[in-house]
């Protein structure tokens, strides 16, 4: 009977708890959807957010999945979720954005992931933000006062110029007057002073109020050539 009893002691203290049934920590998804607009986004991101906060010792997971074919809008949504983590004043620190590939159409996924569970979006996968060859431009900011606008730079853009090595970004500085074109230039220059200047292009635009446009672009196209490419893509009013 002795024998048994530090038997049994010997085997509690070196077999590992997870031998004992004790169940592995694992992610948990919150929400899943696929391309919708902003209002819908912010709405998911409120509820998740809540979720997270009545979940101690947890972290957010964004998973952004689907073809490669499908960068761009993955992107855009990439965007569109992170300006609304800032705009709602949660604290991004507590988020990790994923970016996959996968063979179904766009797909969001919300996770809660305790600190040791296996991510559910791995690093294998991952897609860059490598765009095809002579892609149309990719509007990375505009700071025109509407919901879920404007888009942080970061980190996307820092990944863009890195993915893409002969990317370029051109502001469309919009103004009224003289005195708002020195201001907005002044904005622009300010939030790119840790971009190579070499890498950024400003283009000016008379129009009826003072805003930027900030633009992602393959090579050095003219001035003329890059308002086409957005009046081709309706992108905007140029």
């Known amino acids: 009977m002795r024998i048994k009893v530090f038997t049994f002691f010997l085997l509690f203290l070196f077999v590992p708890p997870s031998s004992f049934g004790q169940a592995e920590a694992k992610a948990q998804l919150i929400d899943e959807f696929g391309d919708t607009n902003c209002d ?3 709405a998911r991101v409120d509820n998740f957010f809540i979720q997270l906060h009545n979940s101690p010792g947890t972290n957010g997971v964004f998973s952004i999945t689907g073809d490669s074919s499908e960068l761009v809008k993955m992107l855009d949504m990439e965007q569109t979720l992170r300006t609304a983590v800032i705009q709602r004043r949660y604290n991004p620190a507590s988020l990790t954005i994923r970016r996959g590939t996968s063979a179904k159409p766009l797909s969001v996924q919300f996770w809660l992931t305790p600190k040791n569970a296996t991510a559910p979006v791995s690093d294998v996968n991952k897609l860059a ?7 149309s431009p990719f ?3 505009n700071d ?3 919901i879920c606008n404007p888009e942080p730079l970061e980190p996307l853009t820092s ?9 370029q970004i051109f502001v469309v500085v919009n103004y009224a007057s003289s005195r708002e074109r020195r201001r907005q230039l002044n904005e ?3 939030l790119l002073k840790t ?4 890498r950024v292009r400003y283009l000016f635009r008379k129009y009826d109020s003072g805003w930027n446009d900030y633009w992602f672009v393959s090579g050095r196209p003219t001035r003329s050539a890059f308002y086409r490419q957005l009046r081709r ?3 905007w009013s140029y």
Do not use: C, H, T
């Open 40 to 42: 819908d986004i912010l």
């Open 129 to 135: 933000a490598k765009l095809p060859r002579n892609f």
């Open 139 to 141: 509007n990375i900011r």
């Open 144 to 146: 025109m006062s509407q």
């Open 159 to 167: 990944e863009l110029l890195g993915d893409n090595p002969d990317g």
């Open 188 to 190: 622009a220059v300010e």
């Open 195 to 198: 971009f190579p200047r070499s």
């Open 233 to 235: 893509n309706r992108r």
